[in-house]
C-alpha cells in the first residue's frame, strides 16, 4: 500500500503540483474537474467515487479542497472514508490567508474574485459556463452587485495580468491585483501530507 495520495480540485492542479515539486514528496495526485463548482453536489458525488478507490490503495488520501458551496457535505464523506482535507472554505481564502480575506470580505463584500486558474479559464468557467455566451444579457444580472475585482495572483505573469484586466473591462468593474503566491494552502497541505507520510 502507497502511503499518501492527493485528490485535489482540477483549479489547484498547477499550485499543487509547484508544491509537491518544491517539498519532493512522493506521492500520487488524482483530480476532479474544477467545472464542477457551478454543481457542488457533483463535487461531493466526485469525491466519493474517487475516495473509495483510492481509500483501498492509499494509506492516507489527502483532499485539496475547500468546502466549495457544498454546505458540509463533503465533511461526512471524508469520515467515512478516513481522509483528510485541507483546512478552509474556499482557494480564495486559502491563496489570500485566512486573517486577509476575512478583512477583505470585512471592507469589499462586493468583490468578485480571481485566481490565476480563474483568469486562464474565464472564457470557458465563467462566459460558457453562465451561458453568457448565449444570452449576454445575463452578465447586468450576475454581477450587477459587484463593485470590483480582486486578482489574488498566485505565479505573477504578463499574459495573465493582461488576461485579467480585460476581464475588468469585460465586466467593467475596477481591478486590484494582489500578488498572494501560494498562501496559506502551501503550509496546510505541508502539515497534513508529512504528517501522513
Known sequence: MKPVALLICGALGTEVKAIVDARGWDVDI???????????KRIVASVERRLTELSARYRQVVV???DCGTAGALEPVLVKHGALRVRGPHCYEMFAGAATFERLADEQPATFFLTDWLVRNFERAVVR?????RYPDLKAIYFRNYEGLLYLVQFPSDALLEKAREIA???QL??????VGLGELEARLASLVE???
Do not use: T
Request: glycine share 12%.
Open 64 to 66: 485539496v479542497y475547500g
Open 169 to 171: 473591462q469585460y465586466l
Open 195 to 197: 504528517a501522513a507520510a
Open 174 to 179: 475596477p481591478l486590484q491585483v494582489r500578488v
Open 129 to 133: 459556463g453562465l451561458g453568457l455566451d
Open 30 to 40: 488524482y483530480g476532479v474537474p474544477a467545472m464542477q463548482h457551478f454543481y457542488p
